[in-house]
């Protein structure tokens, strides 16, 4: 007896081994990224529930401690210094040095909110440094380079859930290359990430982030650095053709992205933090490349140490006349807690007087500029290395002080001078008391050029039970102090030096001998009535 085929069950069976094996064939090809973005959905998209609850908690403890102060009540103060934030991927678990992980990416964002933190656009950032507009206090943007999935996927349902938004700089040979990629954002991903608000696109250059050839021997290095090895001519290709191989490339970027997003492309984040200093073949690449850089974006971002190029204070501040500003980003590494990237916000922003420090507890305020600084049994220990000759650091977030009293309490000295270093802005210009074994002056340097503006003879003994010295320092009179007596000043202090924050710095002519025991600082605002007399 034969038997009949059901058509309709024959037509479902084949329908379902259809559905199936595509689902697998596309598993097949998508393999890693439906690896790489497993739970993200469901992870990413608790963020706002999580940070009910938190705010809750956080209100109701606010209202058991009534004299605490808390950063989420409405302030109508202005913010000094901006900082920025760099993320590069984030995934579901941290892998190397610049992946944070979602689950921490989400707790900063939550601390940062709940602390007050809110985000700022790039127009509003450009708008802030040219003085034109005032930002709240807590102002902060967020950027990403890369053009990474992991980064649009997990982040975007946390900036939603906390009304944040963020930069993301991509580097367009990506989605203008490949027409598929689980790593690198595409084209329609950009567009659409584009229409949310949260997001602005920006550069990352074209081919910027790739490898170049630099020599016959195939060594590959930086594109924007180094002169590219022309092969079918065997030579270097010139300093011109290296500029006009850059100016094209960056060129090339912001038109993409306009035509892609319809929207104005305004900054560029220069890949690798690397705007030229670090070629192998090309000295006069830094020049030519802010050169271009500045000629198209109006904002150039880099992930380098801040001391680069002499700056020293993390935030952004104001530049009043400027029309390209080089803005520096705080680089976040896995194992950073929410709690810990509050304190260092708040440590890199605009500090305001009085302030002190008993060096308690070991935190990022002092920026190490030079030699070993490092905070020792309640103390703050500068000390030499083997291979200089003294060190030196810097307050973080005090660039926008005038007039102030700074007083050093010292535990230990030894070496033969030791600096109180007042009116800061950066490595080239600042001013100086200069406490020596048996003369004190007053020293200032204005674009890198050092000059004694006034100094006398003192013998000071520098007991071991330990002294005091502080500077004053008002408009362009300066004192300075050894235990409340005046030993040194001047009246004259070069106007270029109007604010500026503190830092101390000890030296000798004999490697490794310098070393300062600091057990605390106090500074507070000073105006003197009458002038200095010196």
Same mark, same amino acid.
């Given at each position: 007896?034969?038997?009949?085929?059901?058509?309709?069950?024959?037509?479902?069976?084949?329908?379902?081994?259809?559905?199936?094996?595509?689902?697998?064939?596309?598993?097949?090809?998508?393999?890693?990224?439906?690896?790489?973005?497993?739970?993200?959905?469901?992870?990413?998209?608790?963020?706002?529930?999580?940070?009910?609850?938190?705010?809750?908690?956080?209100?109701?403890?606010?209202?058991?401690?009534?004299?605490?102060?808390?950063?989420?009540?409405?302030?109508?103060?202005?913010?000094?210094?901006?900082?920025?934030?760099?993320?590069?991927?984030?995934?579901?678990?941290?892998?190397?040095?610049?992946?944070?992980?979602?689950?921490?990416?989400?707790?900063?964002?939550?601390?940062?909110?709940?602390?007050?933190?809110?985000?700022?656009?790039?127009?509003?950032?450009?708008?802030?440094?040219?003085?034109?507009?005032?930002?709240?206090?807590?102002?902060?943007?967020?950027?990403?380079?890369?053009?990474?999935?992991?980064?649009?996927?997990?982040?975007?349902?946390?900036?939603?859930?906390?009304?944040?938004?963020?930069?993301?700089?991509?580097?367009?040979?990506?989605?203008?290359?490949?027409?598929?990629?689980?790593?690198?954002?595409?084209?329609?991903?950009?567009?659409?990430?584009?229409?949310?608000?949260?997001?602005?696109?920006?550069?990352?250059?074209?081919?910027?982030?790739?490898?170049?050839?630099?020599?016959?021997?195939?060594?590959?290095?930086?594109?924007?650095?180094?002169?590219?090895?022309?092969?079918?001519?065997?030579?270097?290709?010139?300093?011109?053709?290296?500029?006009?191989?850059?100016?094209?490339?960056?060129?090339?970027?912001?038109?993409?992205? *306009?035509?892609?997003?319809?929207? /104005?492309?305004?900054?560029?984040?220069?890949?690798? &933090? #690397?705007?030229? =200093? !670090? +070629?192998? %073949?090309?000295?006069?690449?830094?020049?030519?490349?802010?050169?271009?850089?500045?000629?198209?974006?109006?904002?150039?971002?880099?992930?380098?140490?801040?001391?680069?190029?002499?700056?020293?204070?993390?935030?952004?501040?104001?530049?009043?006349?400027?029309?390209?500003?080089?803005?520096?980003?705080?680089?976040?590494?896995?194992?950073?807690?929410?709690?810990?990237?509050?304190?260092?916000?708040?440590?890199?922003?605009?500090?305001?007087?009085?302030? *002190?420090?008993?060096?308690?507890? /070991?935190?990022?305020?002092?920026?190490?500029?030079? &030699? #070993?600084?490092? =905070? !020792? +049994?309640? %103390?703050?220990?500068?000390?030499?290395?083997?291979?200089?000759?003294?060190?030196?650091?810097?307050?973080?977030?005090?660039?926008?002080?005038?007039?102030?009293?700074?007083?050093?309490?010292?535990?230990?000295?030894?070496?033969?001078?030791?600096?109180?270093?007042?009116?800061?802005?950066?490595?080239?210009?600042?001013?100086?008391?200069?406490?020596g074994r048996d003369r004190v002056h007053v020293e200032e340097t204005i674009n890198g050029r050092r000059e004694v503006i006034r100094g006398a003879n003192q013998i000071l003994l520098y007991p071991a039970s330990g002294f005091d010295v502080e500077?004053?320092?008002?408009?362009?009179?300066?004192?300075?102090?050894?235990?409340?007596?005046?030993?040194?000043?001047?009246?004259?202090?070069?106007?270029?030096?109007?604010?500026?924050?503190?830092?101390?710095?000890?030296?000798?002519?004999?490697?490794?001998?310098?070393?300062?025991?600091?057990?605390?600082?106090?500074?507070?605002?000073?105006?003197?009535?009458?002038?200095?007399?010196?």
């Open positions: 007896m034969g038997h009949t085929i059901d058509k309709n069950k024959l037509g479902v069976f084949l329908l379902v081994a259809l559905v199936l094996g595509a689902g697998i064939y596309v598993f097949s090809l998508k393999q890693d990224f439906i690896e790489a973005f497993e739970l993200y959905q469901v992870k990413a998209y608790t963020t706002g529930f999580e940070y009910g609850v938190l705010r809750t908690s956080d209100l109701l403890a606010s209202i058991v401690s009534l004299g605490r102060e808390r950063a989420l009540a409405e302030t109508n103060a202005n913010t000094e210094a901006v900082p920025v934030l760099l993320y590069h991927g984030i995934p579901n678990k941290a892998r190397g040095d610049y992946d944070v992980a979602l689950d921490e990416f989400k707790q900063q964002m939550i601390a940062l909110k709940l602390d007050g933190w809110q985000t700022i656009t790039l127009d509003e950032l450009y708008r802030f440094k040219k003085g034109e507009i005032a930002l709240p206090e807590k102002s902060f943007l967020i950027t990403f380079d890369d053009g990474r999935k992991d980064s649009y996927y997990a982040a975007d349902p946390v900036l939603r859930s906390l009304g944040y938004n963020a930069v993301m700089f991509v580097a367009t040979i990506e989605p203008n290359v490949l027409e598929e990629s689980n790593y690198y954002l595409e084209a329609d991903e950009l567009e659409r990430m584009a229409k949310t608000g949260r997001w602005e696109i920006q550069s990352h250059g074209h081919s910027a982030s790739r490898p170049t050839v630099i020599d016959s021997n195939g060594t590959t290095e930086h594109f924007l650095s180094n002169r590219v090895w022309l092969r079918e001519e065997n030579r270097l290709e010139t300093e011109t053709e290296a500029e006009a191989r850059i100016k094209n490339d960056l060129n090339q970027s912001e038109d993409y992205l *306009e035509k892609l997003t319809g929207k /104005d492309v305004i900054a560029f984040a220069f890949p690798f &933090g #690397d705007f030229g =200093y !670090a +070629g192998a %073949n090309f000295e006069e690449a830094e020049s030519i490349v802010l050169a271009a850089a500045n000629e198209i974006y109006p904002l150039s971002f880099y992930q380098a140490d801040v001391s680069l190029r002499g700056r020293r204070f993390t935030a952004e501040y104001p530049e009043p006349g400027g029309n390209s500003f080089f803005i520096a980003r705080i680089e976040l590494h896995p194992g950073l807690r929410g709690e810990e990237l509050v304190r260092l916000m708040n440590g890199v922003s605009a500090r305001t007087l009085p302030y *002190e420090d008993s060096f308690d507890e /070991d935190n990022d305020n002092w920026i190490i500029t030079w &030699g #070993d600084v490092a =905070y !020792a +049994g309640g %103390n703050l220990e500068m000390k030499a290395t083997a291979e200089t000759t003294g060190s030196m650091t810097i307050l973080d977030g005090s660039k926008t002080w005038q007039n102030y009293s700074f007083k050093a309490k010292i535990r230990d000295f030894r070496g033969s001078n030791l600096y109180l270093i007042f009116r800061f802005q950066d490595d080239n210009n600042f001013a100086a008391c200069n406490f500077v004053r320092v008002s408009n362009r009179g300066i004192e300075c102090l050894y235990n409340g007596q005046v030993v040194a000043g001047s009246q004259f202090l070069d106007l270029a030096l109007s604010n500026g924050g503190i830092g101390l710095k000890g030296w000798d002519q004999t490697l490794g001998e310098s070393r300062i025991l600091i057990e605390s600082i106090i500074v507070e605002p000073y105006e003197r009535v009458g002038t200095v007399q010196w």
